[in-house]
């Protein structure tokens, strides 16, 4: 897969799980029939037999279910047996962003956390504008996969709509065969 539709598929991860879909996102969704039949047969289907505003209602209470009531997608809070939610330097997320001269400015952000899957799924996409594989690579080995995948497992049978359950596997099948592609091209990661 090229780096164009890479940097693409992380940016759009990083919008879907950042927060709800607004009417003008759904609308682009609908409107898409590569990117919603990528995702899923059943959710383009799903898709185009709802309104924009059946697809709202619906959309935005299985988000907040999922990621807001239920769950979080916080590495730190889905790694740590505490449920805890590490902030600042103390974060190894956050440090991973400052080793790489990741500037992160979470004042300017509705997330607060440093490591929420929007925000990992943005580093992703800068490291990608930037060209560092082994720093791609990496990431993913020792933040995303360790976390996300297991988190998506667990959420998917959680989703009441089409979209969000084929989002959760989407989203492994993806990373999965990312890390796959650039432990190809890049050899080996640290651990």
């Known amino acids: 897969m090229d780096d164009k539709t890479r940097l693409y598929i992380y940016a759009f991860l990083s919008r879907v799980f950042t927060e709800e879909l607004d009417t003008k996102s759904i609308g682009d969704l609908r409107d898409n029939d590569q990117l919603l039949e990528t995702i899923g047969e059943e959710t383009l289907e799903w898709f185009k037999s709802h309104s924009v505003q059946e697809l709202e209602e619906l959309l935005n209470i299985d988000y907040n279910s999922l990621f807001g009531i239920n769950n979080h997608p916080i590495e730190s809070a889905v790694m740590d047996s505490k449920n805890e939610i590490l902030v600042g330097l103390q974060n190894p997320v956050m440090q991973f962003y400052f080793s790489h001269g990741y500037d992160l400015n979470l004042e300017s952000s509705k997330l607060y956390v440093p490591d929420h899957a929007g925000i990992e799924f943005g580093f992703m996409q800068s490291m ?15 933040h995303l996969l360790q976390w996300i995948v297991p988190f998506l497992v667990a959420v998917r049978p959680m989703a009441d709509t089409p979209f969000y359950r084929e989002l959760c596997d989407f989203t492994v099948e993806f990373l999965l065969s990312d890390y796959s592609q650039l432990v190809e091209e890049t050899g080996e990661v640290d651990a």
Request: glycine share 6%; proline share 0%; hydrophobic share 25%.
């Open 128 to 142: 990608i504008s930037t060209g560092d594989k082994k720093t791609q690579a990496e990431f993913l080995h020792k």
